[in-house]
């Protein structure tokens, strides 16, 4: 992120939590950890956490967990996949054919 998105991240952060220290240091501050942080997922993780906490954000509440992040991207395609394999099988699946049932059954009793 640069300074400028640092500073709208900020007024969003200040917006919604008026104690919230926007001082020249401060953006300083959020610019030294923030700098090779992309500024959506910044504004993504800030938005949740306005909806969840009523405490300002720290600095690695902005940045949020990138390992959750990472598994939950993976988990969300790994589930995307799933249901298109499932809405494969869907489309192709068929009933047994007439007798299968009544095959297996007579397989297990002389087993």
Known sequence: MNKAEIIDLLIVIKE???NFDVSDENV??????LHDFSF???MRNV???IRTSKYPPNIAEIRGSLG???ERDRM???????????ARAREEACPPPPGWKESIYA????A
């Open 16 to 18: 919604n939590y008026p």
């Open 28 to 33: 300083e501050r959020h610019l030294k950890y």
């Open 40 to 42: 959506q997922a910044a």
């Open 47 to 49: 938005d949740e956490h």
């Open 68 to 70: 959750e992040q990472i």
């Open 76 to 86: 969300k395609s790994f589930t995307q996949e799933y249901f298109a394999e499932r």
């Open 107 to 110: 397989k297990l009793r002389r």
